[in-house]
T-cell receptor
Framework: DGGITQSPKYLFRKEGQNVTLSCEQNLNHDAMYWYRQDPGQGLRLIYYSQIVNDFQKGDIAEGYSVSREKKESFPLTVTSAQKNPTAFYLC?????????FGPGTRLLVL | QKEVEQNSGPLSVPEGAIASLNCTYSDRGSQSFFWYRQYSGKSPELIMFIYSNGDKEDGRFTAQLNKASQYVSLLIRDSQPSDSATYLCAVTGSGGYQKVTFGTGTKLQVIP
C-alpha cells in the first residue's frame, strides 16, 4: 500500500527534552512538509523540503529542526527551545499536483 | 489579509439537505483548488480538486469554481451525519502544490 506513515501516534515530552517525530512516505514524492495544528486552528507550516538534502523554513520554524537525508523520510525534531509544543503535528507529501497527509502525531507536554 | 478565507462555522444543516461551503482567495494567479475533509482528531483527507471554471461532480460532492470572482465552493447533496467534519479549502499558484495555501476550515454539522 502506498502512503504516509507517522510515528508515534502520541508522544510525551518532558520539559527541556528534545523529541523527534518520524515521517515516512512510499509515494515517491519529492516534496514533504510539516504542519502544526492547534485545537480549533488551521494548519501552520513549520518546514518543507522539495528535494533530498534541502529544506526551507515555513511560517513557524523557531524551536524546530528537520533533516532530509532520504527521499522517503523527513523527521521533525521539537527542541527544548519550543516553549509551547503541545499540538497535533501533520506530515504531508506531494507531487506537483496533489498533496496527501499522514495520520498525525499528537505531542503532549508532561 | 488572509490569502484563503473560509467561514469557521459551525454550519448546521439537517440530514438530507444540501450543505454549501465557500472559500475565497486573494491571488488571481491561483490555478488549482482542493477540498480536504478533516474529522475531529484525524488528519485531512483530499476529497475534491478543480482546475477550471464551472462545476465538477463526484458522487454527492460538487466543487464549483469562479475565477473571476475568486471563489470556490463545495456542495454536499443529501448530507449525512457522517459528513460532519471540518472542510479545508486549499489553493495553489503557478508553483504547483509546493506553494499550497490552506484556509482555516469550516466546521459542518449535519443534524439527524
Amino acid at each position: 500500500d502506498g502512503g504516509i506513515t507517522q510515528s508515534p501516534k502520541y508522544l510525551f515530552r518532558k520539559e527541556g527534552q528534545n523529541v523527534t517525530l518520524s515521517c515516512e512516505q512510499n509515494l515517491n514524492h519529492d516534496a514533504m512538509y510539516w504542519y502544526r495544528q492547534d485545537p480549533g486552528q488551521g494548519l501552520r507550516l513549520i518546514y518543507y523540503s522539495q528535494i533530498v538534502n534541502d529544506f526551507q523554513k515555513g511560517d513557524i520554524a523557531e524551536g524546530y529542526s528537520v533533516s532530509r537525508e532520504k527521499k522517503e523520510s523527513f523527521p521533525l525534531t521539537v527542541t527544548s527551545a519550543q516553549k509551547n509544543p503541545t499540538a497535533f503535528y501533520l506530515c504531508a507529501s506531494s507531487d506537483r499536483d496533489f498533496g496527501y497527509f499522514g495520520p498525525g502525531t499528537r505531542l503532549l507536554v508532561l | 489579509q488572509k490569502e484563503v478565507e473560509q467561514n469557521s462555522g459551525p454550519l448546521s444543516v439537517p440530514e438530507g439537505a444540501i450543505a454549501s461551503l465557500n472559500c475565497t482567495y486573494s491571488d488571481r494567479g491561483s490555478q488549482s483548488f482542493f477540498w480536504y475533509r478533516q474529522y475531529s482528531g484525524k488528519s485531512p483527507e483530499l476529497i475534491m480538486f478543480i482546475y477550471s471554471n464551472g462545476d465538477k461532480e463526484d458522487g454527492r460532492f460538487t466543487a464549483q469554481l469562479n475565477k473571476a470572482s475568486q471563489y470556490v465552493s463545495l456542495l454536499i447533496r443529501d448530507s449525512q451525519p457522517s459528513d460532519s467534519a471540518t472542510y479545508l479549502c486549499a489553493v495553489t499558484g503557478s508553483g504547483g502544490y509546493q506553494k499550497v495555501t490552506f484556509g482555516t476550515g469550516t466546521k459542518l454539522q449535519v443534524i439527524p
